[in-house]
């Protein structure tokens, strides 16, 4: 598909929408308990840190996506299944991360994101002064495994704030969710414009 063209892959999601249509028609939204309770307000605050580094996570997690054809152009790798062979090892690197993430994140929130940055640093560093298509592989597949590990932990970091106050569960959840999407949807426009 990609010998197509840019576009196409992008038409593909437009599949989505009719899924999306037919998803609200089906799933049926549970009937909301009335309160007379004020909420508490949200605590901003703590989600400061969590989306600061949320948002470097999503700046480094877009470079192997946005740079690696742009590497491969640069060494000579233009064909078209080269370029999506190549991007798909750094990709099945970036879903066995994530498989193997509840088990490499015992340690917690605290050891496990700067461990992934530093994985996805070492990948970026392989990457950006290879002129061969084997140190590119390496780089990709090293950057891909960072990548598998970075947003479970960071998604672990922000939905696993205890709060001094008790908030209603699934409006922290949400909040924090929303806040975490954001910030990558931003890490991936400063990251990937060109």
């Not at 999306?20 to 508490?40: D, G, H, N, Y």
């Not at 605590?43 to 999503?58: D, E, H, N, S």
């Amino acid at each position: 598909m990609g010998s197509w063209g840019r576009r196409p892959p992008f038409w593909l999601y437009a599949v989505s929408l009719p899924l999306a249509f037919a998803a609200a028609r089906v799933i049926r939204q549970p009937s909301p308990a009335r309160t007379r309770e004020k909420l508490p307000p949200l605590p901003w605050r703590t989600f400061r840190t969590p989306a600061a580094v949320t948002l470097a996570g999503g700046l480094v997690f877009y470079v192997l996506v946005v740079e690696l054809s742009y590497v491969l152009d640069g060494i000579g790798a233009t064909a078209t299944a080269t370029v999506g062979l190549l991007s798909a090892a750094g990709s099945l690197a970036t879903a066995i991360a994530a498989y193997l993430f509840p088990r490499l994140a015992k340690p917690g929130p605290a050891a496990t994101i700067p461990a992934t940055f530093v994985l996805c640093g070492l990948g970026i560093l392989v990457l950006a002064p290879a002129s061969s298509v084997p140190v590119v592989v390496l780089g990709a597949v090293v950057t891909g495994l960072g990548n598998g590990l970075l947003l479970p932990a960071l998604l672990t970091r922000a939905l696993g704030r205890r709060h001094h106050r008790p908030l209603p569960g699934l409006l922290v959840v949400g909040a924090a969710a929303l806040l975490l999407a954001l910030v990558v949807f931003g890490g991936s426009r400063l990251s990937g414009t060109r």
